[in-house]
């Protein structure tokens, strides 16, 4: 059965750090690119970071660049989004996802095969 799980949502303070975690059975990730997204309330969901499969490069939004970084760990089938200088409008549940046909990866969701279920992240003081 194919599954991605994410891990490590939290409440934190303002100027905080998380690293949330997403393992992936069913399917090996190196196979494919693998994209973090997020989704607050009353918002779409949209892309924030993704490595891509094709020549391991590592794409930020414009939100989170130099304060989020994503990786993978293809030893244990897990990809992780390490947050740094959080913010209150980083406040939302976020998703990982992997793109097997689209392995190059992107920030728009239509481009991805696989997702978890979502973890929380609330930050607030």
């Known amino acids: 059965q194919v599954r991605l799980v994410e891990y490590g949502g939290a409440l934190v303070q303002p100027g905080g750090s998380l690293r949330l975690s997403c393992a992936a059975s069913?399917?090996?990730?190196?196979?494919?690119?693998i994209g973090w997204f997020r989704q607050a309330p009353g918002k779409e969901r949209e892309g924030v970071s993704y490595?891509?499969?094709?020549?391991?490069?590592?794409h930020y939004a414009d939100s989170v660049k130099g304060r989020f970084t994503i990786s993978r760990d293809n030893a244990r089938n897990t990809a992780y989004l390490q947050m740094n200088s959080l913010r209150p409008e980083d406040t939302a549940v976020y998703y990982c996802?992997?793109?097997?046909?689209?392995?190059?990866?992107?920030?728009?969701?239509?481009?991805?095969?696989?997702w978890g279920q979502g973890t929380q992240v609330t930050v607030s003081s």
């Open positions: 069913g399917f090996t990730l190196d196979s494919y690119a």
């Open positions: 490595i891509s499969n094709t020549d391991g490069s590592t």
């Open positions: 996802a992997a793109a097997g046909t689209y392995s190059s990866g992107g920030l728009l969701s239509w481009l991805y095969d696989y």
